[in-house]
């Protein structure tokens, strides 16, 4: 399976944008999908998770801000942020719980998409 992230960019604080990830190659189903982000110097952290019945988590610091959500036909997970702050700055990783035909899951990672705020 491969997940292309894309909708990166540079924007100012308090702008929008708007990231996909798409999934291809050969699998029964996605059930979990989210997206996490890597700032400088600090841990990977997730921003937001969506379940296959659109049952949806957020970190605290996004709440209000952003969403998730995510089209099951074409295997597309969305994270549309809102009110973007500096400290949003960070490479945005789109991740997918795959299920295969043998019915063993494996994480999947996208190769991750730049979004910088500036002031």
């Known amino acids: 399976v491969q997940l292309q992230a894309s909708g990166g960019g540079l924007v100012q604080a308090g702008g929008s944008l708007r990231l996909s990830c798409a999934a291809s190659g050969t699998f029964f189903s996605i059930n979990y999908m989210g997206w996490y982000r890597q700032a400088p110097g600090k841990q990977r952290e997730l921003v937001a998770g969506i379940t296959r019945a659109d049952s949806t988590n957020y970190a605290d610091s996004v709440k209000g801000r952003f969403t998730i959500s995510r089209d099951n036909a074409k295997n597309t997970v969305y994270l549309q942020m809102n009110s973007l702050k500096l400290g949003d700055t960070a490479v945005y990783y789109c991740?997918?719980?795959?299920?295969?035909?043998?019915?063993?899951?494996?994480?999947?990672w996208g190769q991750g998409t730049q979004v910088t705020v500036s002031s």
């Open positions: 991740n997918a719980d795959v299920q295969y035909y043998s019915g063993d899951h494996y994480p999947a």
